[in-house]
């Protein structure tokens, strides 16, 4: 059944011109190993707690050369590549995510730049700049980078595979029937990293520059700066692959985590998890850790693998519905292929490293006072006590980024703030400053107004009464 299902969906993918011969094996083969069912179940029984060895504490790092010439041998050895690919759509912002403003007028793509700029200006070294785009975000980023022509840092940008929807009835792609725009079509997920570098033609030629490792992150985190601690540790044990992993907090339970398994260190994501152990999963005593998607992985083992075809990476499907149609797309993601490098390892990092962006509530604490932003990268005020950040629950009101700006005369000091939950019209005055835990609701319909200079502290307000 599943190969008449297969020489179908071969036959009416031949007939599309908008995507290569490349996309379309990739596609096929996704497929494939999907309807083969050939997803290994976990046995729960034989999970392990990866050890020091296999997960390295970060404090347990050699520090890096100072001498400044070995340092730039070091990161000359080094390409960096943001996954460039999601939209700013859930913040209400047109384009790729990485053009959103972070702070002071700089976007998440200025960030970066300036960080690799002053890098590769300060050690007199070539450290490139790689995007991957989806066909969501391609011509938007290209025309962005023109910007940075005359920076000191080379940017490259390349696509990451497009693959057609799949309609659920029958199994047929999606743009066959008719579907001729953007939403017959797919990004496979970050997994598809590897062999898109391939198929670009990027990874040859960045080898051919004498480029031993790809750091791989996310654009949308702030803390995914290049280290140089890590990059020696990994040049000198010639691990293949390597995970950042921070310690989970109650708001990451949902992450995936390292484990041994049968000898291999691998990925274990919720969705693999049986139900009964579900809870177990998400208790922080048992799984400490969780995945930050900080990567740093080995271009020739990248190479080798994906002409081997060996990066067979556990299949996320995603079901969605376009026009009234359930569509499925079938994703992979880049953590997952930690368990086909070899020695491959996770390293213990403060949780510094991981700030994403994912709403408007963390812009709110990335453009208050709880950080400060020096030659691009931005760093946690010191008067902060407290390791981990403020928890902060805003209302519909302010969760895209225009309407949430909007509501601010100036962001609130939070330094002294444990938790904030808003809801309702609420609007914040100048030099507001939030300590302890704050909770304030405007009644449906009525605007509430914060004044200037106004303290919170461990308070609740219902309305103007309260304040």
């Not at 390597?242 to 339970?253: G, H, N, Y």
């Not at 990268?377 to 225009?402: D, M």
Request: proline share 5%.
């Amino acid at each position: 059944m599943a190969d008449v299902k297969i020489a179908k969906l071969q036959t009416a993918i031949a007939a599309f011109d908008q995507i290569s011969e490349n996309e379309k094996s990739g596609f096929v083969s996704l497929v494939s190993r999907h309807l083969s069912g050939e997803a290994e179940q976990i046995e729960w029984s034989k999970i392990q707690t990866p050890t020091d060895e296999v997960v390295v504490p970060y404090d347990t790092l050699a520090s890096h050369p100072e001498d400044i010439e070995a340092t730039k041998t070091l990161l000359n050895k080094l390409a960096v590549l943001k996954l460039n690919g999601g939209l700013g759509t859930t913040m209400g912002c047109t384009g790729p995510k990485s053009v959103i403003e972070v702070r002071n007028g700089f976007t998440f793509l200025d960030l970066i730049v300036i960080q690799i700029e002053s890098l590769n200006k300060k050690y007199g070294c070539d450290v490139p700049l790689l995007l991957m785009n989806s066909f969501n975000t391609h011509d938007d980023t290209l025309k962005i980078v023109e910007k940075y022509a005359n920076s000191n840092i080379k940017i490259h940008t390349f696509n990451q595979s497009q693959y057609p929807r799949l309609v659920v009835e029958d199994f047929m792609p999606l743009p066959s029937k008719g579907q001729s725009g953007k939403d017959g079509w797919y990004p496979p997920g970050h997994g598809d990293v590897f062999p898109s570098l391939m198929n670009s033609g990027k990874l040859d030629a960045l080898l051919s520059q004498g480029k031993e490792y790809i750091f791989v992150a996310n654009s949308d985190n702030l803390g995914a700066i290049v280290d140089l601690k890590i990059l020696n540790h990994l040049i000198h044990n010639q691990n293949e692959y390597c995970m950042e992993v921070t310690p989970k907090t109650l708001a990451d339970v949902k992450g995936g985590t390292l484990i041994s398994y049968e000898g291999r260190v691998q990925l274990l994501e919720i969705a693999q998890v049986p139900d009964a152990h579900v809870s177990e999963f998400k208790s922080i005593e048992k799984f400490k850790i969780f995945n930050t998607n900080n990567l740093w992985v080995n271009l020739k083992a990248i190479k080798r693998l994906v002409e081997a075809n060996a990066l067979k990476m556990e299949i996320i499907p995603n079901p969605k519905e376009v026009d009234g149609v359930k569509v499925l797309q079938l994703e992979t993601a880049a953590g997952a292929a930690i368990r086909f490098f070899d020695h491959a390892i996770g390293i213990n990092v403060p949780r510094s490293r991981f700030l994403p962006v994912k709403a408007t509530s963390d812009l709110l604490l990335v453009q208050s006072d709880l950080y400060t932003l020096v030659d691009g990268f931005v760093i946690r005020n010191k008067a902060r006590t407290n390791l981990a950040n403020p928890s902060i629950e805003l209302g519909p009101e302010f969760k895209k980024v225009a309407s949430f700006l909007g509501h601010f005369k100036s962001i609130p000091s939070i330094v002294e703030l444990d938790s904030l939950k808003v809801s309702g019209d609420v609007w914040f005055g100048a030099g507001i400053v939030l300590k302890g835990n704050v909770s304030i609701t405007a009644k449906s319909g009525v605007k509430l107004e914060i004044p200037d200079g106004t303290v919170l502290e461990n308070k609740v307000i219902n309305g103007p009464e309260d304040i």
